[in-house]
């Protein structure tokens, strides 16, 4: 397996869909991963640090852990079917047992990036849906969507995050 980090939130032209997009650490790697709105949203006020003033689902989901005496150790997407990814999150009790949820990417990398835990994705996957940002030929192509990458900016999603925001919140 190897560990990934989140390299930032796209937009698919085509579809309008947010995209997470996933980096190894020598960025030789990447995994781009379709996801929801709420999802995309979520990740997002993460990486800009924003703060919100009720728990949105992704720090309950971390709180309901943490309370009953389990903390994440890893989540791991370790599947792909048909353009569908498949992940699990780790729970650790005190004694080192392991639990393990069923989840969908957008969700465990959610989770995963409030709290640093690792994000590991197994070599099936990254043989599958991972584009090479490293070879000569794909240089200028593998630049360029770094660049598209980085220049997404919170105000693109701001209408996406306000309109979740308002869906989840407790008015």
Known sequence: MIEMKVMGIALDTRTGSPIVVLHDKEN???LP???GSAEASS????IENLSVTRPMTHDLIISIIDKTGYKISKVVINDVEKETYFATIFLEDKEGNEIQIDSRPSDAIAVAIRIDAPILVTANVLSNGSVSTDSAKDAEEAEEFKNFVQSIKPSDFAKLMKDNEHHESDQ
């Open 28 to 30: 030789r790697r990447a």
């Open 43 to 46: 990740i997002i006020r993460k």
């Open 33 to 35: 991963i379709w996801i």
